[in-house]
């Protein structure tokens, strides 16, 4: 488990610094359309809850792709979306804590195999009646250069952290596939 907050740590703290200086050349109707992309997002995850909408959001290539690499994950048997499912069930615990006991969403802990997949079977979930009961902040990458080899030019970043586990930094990419906004990849990092 160290060794993935570690890179959270990293990427987390790369990805503030690079956008702090990216944010004088954003194209302000493109962040218009990525807000509401997120906003879209938000509402359907944390205020509705509902999993299979909320997985739409995502490119399901681009996900697999970099939940391998931020993971280390070479199984074959790995599936990216089964594991998207599970962790945006995790953040809806309303005592985050106790998904320690499930690896906090680490495909390669042991428990991982036991976190559910989807909010129904939860007995202690979150009722957020807004997206505004998250804090969130959309911080766009940009610049010419790279920060890192992780992160493609013109994507945006969304760094939140949610109500019911605020030692966490919750972080979601967004680019764009084909002519259309979407989340590839969801990382966080533990303070």
Do not use: C
């Amino acid at each position: 488990m160290m060794k993935i907050n570690v890179l959270f740590v990293a990427l987390g703290v790369s990805l503030l610094a690079f956008n702090v200086s990216a944010q004088p050349q954003t194209n302000t109707q493109e962040l218009q359309k990525v807000t509401k992309l997120f906003d879209d997002f938000l509402y359907s995850w944390l205020v509705e809850q509902d999993i299979d909408k909320a997985v739409e959001y995502f490119d399901n290539g681009k996900l697999d792709s970099n939940t391998r690499k931020i993971f280390s994950v070479n199984s074959p048997s790995f599936d990216s979306n089964i594991w998207l499912r599970k962790v945006l069930t995790m953040w809806l615990f309303s005592d985050h804590e106790q998904v320690e006991m499930y690896g906090h969403g680490d495909p390669n802990e042991p428990d991982y195999i036991n976190l559910p997949p989807n909010p129904s079977s939860l007995t202690n979930k979150v009722n957020w009646q807004s997206a505004a009961e998250a804090m969130k902040q959309v911080f766009p990458l940009t610049q010419n250069n790279r920060p890192n080899n992780d992160l493609p030019l013109g994507s945006y970043v969304s760094v939140f952290i949610l109500n019911n586990a605020p030692s966490d930094a919750v972080i979601f990419v967004v680019e764009k596939i084909n002519n259309e906004w979407k989340i590839t990849a969801h990382l966080w990092w533990v303070a």
